[in-house]
């Protein structure tokens, strides 16, 4: 993905004025820059992944006002009553964005007209920008401590004095009155001013009757690029909602239907699904229940499943066999298994309960080594032992006998 840098011109300019531009990727590599009409710029704008405006300093007021320890919402508010003195025109109708506190206890504001950023900001995202991002032009050019610096281009003077402070003035572009009056704004700070490439030489000529303290640098890309990102002042959030791209649901119509209707179609499947097995459960418990009858005329139907184990467990028991679970099924094994180890234990006490079989013995018969072995004997008969308190025994049946 790349970034597309441009750099408007003045609103004075007309909307017939050329923008420049660099396309810049990811790695810092510019892959392409030039300059055209913003309107033809429309497949750059889209198949980039930020656009970063930089406006004509001209249109942009920077302005350092006292203002109290606010944040957020609460300083939004309040920032058209502290620029209502420093601007002409309701503050109401401009874009105002704040940056941060100053040592002084002053904070820097950026003021621009918002029927003018506004549908500006609207075409980048019409013509498909993900997000945009507008800043100050004269914040975007390299500043040096204890330095000032200043930039020509697209029929104006950028000048940049400090971190937050920076002007823009329309000039005619002739070279002595650029530099005399770039002298002048500076004061006595030396001053580094970047001009077109091809003018340097000219420049270089006339440095001399400009005055001390001046450097000429080559106007590039680079200097434009790294002072955009040192910036913290984006125009673009005092737009609100305005400046936010829009989700273009359209496109997301047919697949969100389909997706309903997949949705649909299978919730229809499963409750079709779940109703005939339930008319099979029902048939099932229905033959269950039909064949309890005919077994057990006499008796009512309750739990037919539960009701025949507990008939059929009657009916061996009175034909003299011995269900598993029984207390006498387990009291005998019992006292088979211990009769055969070395030192059979003591048992204190037993008592069968929810087909249990809880054994308490005598705690100085306890041998860890008998116990292990009895569990053995036990599980070969389909036993199982599990030690639930110190001396106290837990035998539960595990399957047939």
């Known amino acids: 993905m790349t970034t597309l840098y441009i750099r408007h011109p003045a609103r004075a300019e007309g909307e017939g004025a050329l923008c420049r531009f660099a396309l810049v990727e990811d790695g810092g590599a510019i892959a392409q820059q030039g300059e055209g009409l913003l309107p033809n710029l429309a ?6 992944r930020r656009v970063v405006l930089l406006l004509a300093g001209a249109d942009v007021t920077l302005l350092a006002v006292q203002a109290p320890p606010l944040t957020g919402p609460r300083l939004r508010a309040a920032l058209p009553a502290l620029v209502e003195e420093h601007i002409l025109g309701d503050p109401l109708d401009c874009v105002l964005v704040a940056g941060p506190g100053l040592p002084d206890g002053r904070r820097p504001v950026a003021v621009v007209q918002r029927n003018w950023l506004e549908p500006l ?4 995202l019409g013509m498909g920008a993900r997000a945009v991002a507008a800043m100050p032009s004269q914040l975007c050019l390299p500043l040096q401590p204890g330095s000032a610096s200043a930039g020509i281009g697209a029929g104006e003077l950028l000048l940049r004095q400090g971190q937050y402070e920076g002007l823009g003035l329309a000039l005619d572009g002739n070279p002595s009155a650029v530099l005399q009056t770039a002298r002048a704004l500076a004061g006595d700070a030396p001053l580094v001013l970047y001009v077109p490439h091809e003018q340097l030489g000219e420049y270089q000529a006339l440095l001399a009757e400009a005055g001390p303290g001046i450097a000429l640098e080559s106007d590039a890309w680079a200097h434009w690029i790294a002072g955009s990102k040192s910036s913290t002042l984006d ?8 400046g936010v791209a829009q ?38 418990r229905e033959g269950m229940s039909q064949t ?3 077994a057990y005329p006499n008796q009512p139907v309750i739990d037919p499943v539960a009701q025949m184990q507990q ?4 009916a061996k028991a009175a034909g003299g066999q011995v269900s598993s679970g029984e207390f006498g099924w387990m009291a005998g094994v019992l006292g088979e298994a211990t009769r055969t180890l070395a030192r059979p234990p003591g048992i204190a006490s037993m008592e069968f309960r929810e087909r249990t079989l809880t054994v308490r013995v005598k705690p100085e018969t306890v041998d860890p080594a008998t116990t292990g072995q009895l569990r053995t004997a036990l599980s070969a ?21």
């Open 43 to 48: 497949d750059m704008v889209a198949a980039s």
């Open 121 to 124: 900001v609207k075409t980048l």
């Open 381 to 401: 008969r389909n036993l199982s032992l599990e030690e639930t308190a110190p001396a106290t025994w837990a035998i539960r049946s595990t399957g047939a006998p």
């Open 292 to 294: 309890f009858r005919n």
């Open 247 to 284: 989700r273009d649901w359209s496109r997301w119509r047919w697949p969100i239907r389909l997706a309903i209707a997949a949705i649909v179609v299978n919730i229809i499947g499963i409750n079709i699904e779940w109703l005939r097995l339930k008319r099979e459960a029902l048939a099932v």
């Open 235 to 242: 125009l673009v959030p005092g737009l609100g909602t305005a």
């Open 311 to 314: 008939n059929i467990a009657r």
